[in-house]
């Protein structure tokens, strides 16, 4: 994993045990100190509506809403809304969806940048009467080439010269639609020699005959974020304009634009963005991997996607825990994807209710078992929470356990099930396996066990104790479930890293499977989607959305088997 000097301490559980660094917090800690902004505190998430919000963008929202909330601020939700080419009203919808879902609200202030259009407009003109601003006929390629390269500076645009009259004509006719998309674009004035390439006289407008999903065919000219981006902060008065860090280079003419125009001028403050392991961020691939049906669909409980991890089980106070963890740092690192499972662990195992579900089912019969008693046998919902009280579970002389609790002819530190050996039933009886049964292909299907009436509960009067306790379902009360265990989407932990460049080349094919089978406790018969358990021995697991009244089907959520207490433990932390 990649070290970061954000990172808390852990203890060997991978527990936090010193808060971790945020540097955001101090600045603005500084400010409201000093009284740079009168006192306030206004921050802003500003999606663009082209795609699903990821874990990554997890990360901007509890910083940006986490900030202001911290502070008594606001933080508004603004829509970047400045390419119709790519924006969707479902993006959208998701998008706020998500936000609430992982606990955060923008009360009043839901903005577009659309609202803003006819005063970015205006300002654009402005910069043209100060001489800042001009109508390129150069394309898109031509651009490129004249601006030259981080070692050799631009050169000038043939047209970068003209007067403020002729670009003023022009802007005008490029706003009326009356060039073709593409033919002509409004360029900042600055500096073609300047060693950052962004203030190489950048793009401001570019002709898109477009529909807008809120402006209609009003606007043939489509203002580029750059320039929109600081205008919009202003007139919403932001006080802290929250970034990743690939805009670092970006501020200078995030500046330059606010200085021009003496508007309100917001702070703008870059942080590192999340990588995790085993990941793609990027929504374009992300976009892909739907389009081409590698998987099905934005919340595929194999995405990072928000929907995506919602469906799979994960909590929204994991996910910000997890995101509190990380930190706040100016330095990129990688972050393990261990420790985000980990961080689910740690709440599901203080909120899930425990049941008891088989989903490799083997048949036992209990031969001197009274013939149709049933008993109701009481279980624990939840050891880690004694409010959460008990639940019967019915037990009967025919149950199934799993087939990897069983072994014919096991090794010497297998302590399950095997012909001659006694285990403990949880909440139950011992039994002890006196037959096996198999079918023609020499598979075992059936075994056949005695039990200790004695033993009720799990103890024995004479004290003695099986080495082994395991779970199982009454064959006569059992549910039928399906179960989708998932794995990571890619079997690399850069994917696209080691194969050119083709992250595809990276996806695990084998990152599905379902089990049709599976056998569950009576109690399972109400639940709706989203609700979550432990099937206990097994993992965690999360009702999907495509349960039917004749199968609930349990996404796999995560194992019990925490890999972020071994590599903690292992890195000596």
């Given at each position: 994993?990649?070290?970061?000097?954000?990172?808390?301490?852990?203890?060997?559980?991978?527990?936090?045990?010193?808060?971790?660094?945020?540097?955001?917090?101090?600045?603005?800690?500084?400010?409201?100190?000093?009284?740079?902004?009168?006192?306030?505190?206004?921050?802003?998430?500003?999606?663009?509506?082209?795609?699903?919000?990821?874990?990554?963008?997890?990360?901007?929202?509890?910083?940006?809403?986490?900030?202001?909330?911290?502070?008594?601020?606001?933080?508004?939700?603004?829509?970047?809304?400045?390419?119709?080419?790519?924006?969707?009203?479902?993006?959208?919808?998701?998008?706020?969806?998500?936000?609430?879902?992982?606990?955060?609200?923008?009360?009043?202030?839901?903005?577009?940048?659309?609202?803003?259009?006819?005063?970015?407009?205006?300002?654009?003109?402005?910069?043209?009467?100060?001489?800042?601003?001009?109508?390129?006929?150069?394309t898109a390629d031509e651009i490129r080439k004249?601006?030259?390269?981080?070692?050799?500076?631009?050169?000038?645009?043939?047209?970068?010269?003209?007067?403020?009259?002729?670009?003023?004509?022009?802007?005008?006719?490029?706003?009326?639609?009356?060039?073709?998309?593409?033919?002509?674009?409004?360029?900042?004035?600055?500096?073609?020699?300047?060693?950052?390439?962004?203030?190489?006289?950048?793009?401001?407008?570019?002709?898109?005959?477009?529909?807008?999903?809120?402006?209609?065919?009003?606007?043939?000219?489509?203002?580029?974020?750059?320039?929109?981006?600081?205008?919009?902060?202003?007139?919403?008065?932001?006080?802290?304009?929250?970034?990743?860090?690939?805009?670092?280079?970006?501020?200078p003419l995030y500046d330059w634009f606010l200085d021009q125009l003496s508007v309100h001028h917001p702070q703008q403050i870059e942080f590192a963005r999340l990588n995790l392991t085993f990941t793609v961020m990027s929504k374009r691939k992300l976009k892909e991997l739907v389009d081409k049906n590698y998987v099905a669909g934005w919340d595929d409980p194999r995405m990072p996607t928000l929907s995506g991890l919602r469906r799979r089980g994960f909590t929204p106070e994991s996910i910000r825990n997890f995101c509190e963890r990380i930190g706040v740092a100016k330095r990129d690192s990688t972050v393990d994807y261990a420790l985000l499972e980990h961080c689910l662990r740690e709440d599901l195992n203080k909120k899930a209710k425990r049941v008891m579900a088989v989903i490799n089912p083997l048949k036992v019969v209990i031969k001197n078992y009274?013939?149709?008693?049933?008993?109701?046998?009481?279980?624990?919902?939840?050891?880690?929470?004694?409010?959460?009280?008990?639940?019967?579970?019915?037990?009967?002389?025919v149950l199934y356990i799993e087939k990897n609790d069983f072994m014919e002819v096991p090794p010497k530190k297998f302590f399950r099930l095997s012909p001659g050996r006694e285990v403990r039933l949880r909440y139950g009886y011992f039994i002890t396996c006196t037959d096996v049964v198999k079918n023609d292909a020499g598979e075992v299907v059936e075994l056949r066990?005695?039990?200790?009436?004695?033993?009720?509960?799990?103890?024995?009067?004479?004290?003695?104790?099986?080495?082994?306790?395991?779970?199982?379902?009454?064959?006569?009360?059992?549910?039928?479930?399906?179960?989708?265990?998932?794995?990571?989407?890619?079997?690399?932990?850069?994917?696209?890293?080691?194969?050119?460049?083709?992250?595809?080349?990276?996806?695990?094919?084998?990152?599905?499977?379902?089990l049709l089978n599976c056998k569950g406790e009576p109690s399972l018969a109400h639940v709706t989607p989203e609700d979550k358990f432990q099937f206990e021995r097994i993992g965690y697991f999360c009702v999907d959305k495509e349960s039917t009244d004749e199968k609930t089907v349990f996404n796999r959520t995560v194992s019990l088997k925490d890999e972020w207490a071994k590599i903690v433990k292992k890195s000596g932390a």
């Open positions: 994993m990649g070290k970061d000097e954000n990172r808390t301490d852990e203890n060997s559980k991978g527990e936090a045990t010193v808060p971790v660094a945020n540097f955001i917090r101090e600045i603005i800690k500084e400010d409201m100190k000093s009284g740079r902004w009168g006192g306030k505190v206004v921050t802003r998430f500003p999606p663009e509506p082209n795609g699903y919000l990821h874990i990554g963008h997890a990360k901007a929202i509890c910083i940006d809403f986490g900030s202001a909330q911290e502070f008594g601020g606001e933080c508004h939700l603004r829509y970047d809304d400045t390419n119709p080419a790519k924006e969707d009203q479902e993006y959208i919808d998701s998008i706020q969806r998500d936000v609430r879902w992982l606990g955060f609200d923008w009360g009043k202030h839901c903005y577009y940048a659309s609202d803003y259009f006819e005063k970015i407009h205006m300002w654009a003109i402005e910069l043209i009467k100060q001489g800042k601003a001009y109508v390129d006929d150069l004249y601006r030259g390269t981080l070692t050799e500076p631009g050169k000038d645009s043939p047209c970068r010269n003209r007067s403020v009259e002729e670009n003023l004509a022009l802007f005008e006719k490029m706003a009326n639609g009356d060039f073709e998309d593409g033919s002509r674009v409004l360029r900042a004035r600055i500096d073609m020699a300047s060693p950052n390439i962004n203030l190489r006289d950048p793009v401001m407008y570019r002709i898109l005959k477009a529909e807008h999903h809120r402006q209609g065919r009003r606007w043939k000219i489509y203002p580029m974020y750059d320039w929109a981006h600081g205008l919009e902060d202003s007139i919403e008065g932001v006080t802290h304009s929250l970034c990743s860090l690939e805009f670092e280079d970006h501020r009274p013939e149709g008693m049933v008993e109701m046998i009481d279980a624990i919902n939840n050891p880690e929470d004694a409010s959460m009280g008990t639940r019967q579970v019915p037990f009967s002389g066990c005695t039990y200790d009436p004695q033993t009720k509960g799990g103890a024995a009067p004479d004290g003695r104790s099986p080495k082994a306790t395991i779970h199982w379902v009454s064959a006569q009360h059992a549910l039928d479930l399906e179960v989708r265990q998932y794995d990571k989407l890619f079997n690399s932990e850069a994917p696209g890293a080691g194969t050119d460049g083709d992250y595809l080349k990276d996806l695990n094919t084998d990152s599905l499977k379902v």
